[in-house]
């Protein structure tokens, strides 16, 4: 006891004869509940550690979100290799609402993108100035991030220039359109890009829109060429609603109003 006595009084100052297991990282798994284990490692790593938008591995019994906020998970999105995303909802980006959807979820300078695991926020694709979507692409800008989209053309007259069950429509407030899931909304219904119109109505294209420059709601309404060959029935005008779509020769592209 003399002996043991005599060994503590001769140790340095702040040494510890215990160790102190408070804090077990980079201890071998199996860890505790504050820390994750990194598996091939056999490491424990802070739960939460990582920061949003920084990479993370996913070499975890979580696929690496358990190293993420409640609100991110570890994704991969653009080639960039998993990082710490901030989840969204996606959109379609077919309103010019949409914009703001994508700015209520993601931090400025990214957009929601959509993954095999649903939505997350990362960086644009691309910038419009000049346009450097890959041919014949064009790059539309939301939350001041850049997204790539096939332009179509709607004025195809029965034809769909989309596959399956998507919809030829205007992106955002512009004048680009693109191929887009079409949803369930009748003619005349309000629509949103939630809650967006069916594919036709009667083998005319319906797309969500109001007359250009003005604060009516959107609904869903048949498309026309304003001044062209795509004209509305009988009983309907053809309203402007987009001037120049993306289309070669450039086009007005309208919206019937009137009729039952």
């Given at each position: 006891m003399r002996a043991l006595l005599l060994l503590l009084a001769a140790a340095p100052l702040g040494c510890s004869l215990a160790l102190d297991f408070d804090d077990i990282e980079d201890l071998p798994c199996p860890c505790d509940e504050n820390?994750?284990?990194?598996?091939?490692?056999?490491?424990?790593?802070?739960?939460?550690?990582?920061?949003?938008?920084k990479s993370c591995s996913q070499d975890t019994a979580n696929n690496g979100d358990d190293l993420c906020a409640s609100n991110a998970i570890c994704q991969q999105i653009n080639d960039q290799g998993p990082r710490c995303l901030p989840t969204c909802q996606p959109t379609n980006y077919a309103t010019p609402e949409s914009a703001l959807d994508v700015a209520a979820q993601c931090p400025v300078g990214s957009t929601c993108w959509a993954t095999e695991r649903g939505?997350?926020?990362?960086?644009?694709?691309?910038?419009?100035?000049?346009?450097?979507c890959p041919a014949?692409?064009?790059c539309v800008i939301f939350n001041?991030?850049?997204?790539?989209?096939?332009?179509?053309?709607?004025?195809?007259?029965?034809?769909?220039?989309?596959?399956?069950?998507?919809?030829?429509?205007?992106?955002?407030?512009?004048?680009v359109t693109a191929c887009v899931p079409a949803g369930v909304g009748e003619r005349l219904q309000l629509c949103s890009a939630d809650e967006f119109c069916k594919k036709d109505d009667n083998g005319r294209p319906l797309i969500?829109?109001?007359?250009?420059?003005?604060?009516a709601p959107r609904r869903c309404l048949p498309i026309c060429e304003v001044g062209g060959a795509l004209n509305c029935a009988v009983g309907e005008n053809c309203v402007l609603a987009r001037p120049n779509v993306t289309t070669s020769p450039r086009r007005d592209l309208g919206i019937c109003e009137g009729g039952s």
């Open positions: 820390h994750v284990c990194l598996i091939a490692a056999n490491r424990c790593v802070r739960r939460a550690s990582v920061d949003l938008f939505g997350v926020c990362s960086e644009g694709v691309c910038s419009t100035t000049p346009n450097n014949p692409g064009q001041s991030a850049g997204v790539c989209f096939t332009p179509c053309d709607p004025f195809t007259n029965g034809v769909s220039p989309c596959g399956g069950n998507q919809a030829c429509h205007p992106i955002g407030a512009g004048s969500c829109d109001r007359p250009f420059e003005t604060t």
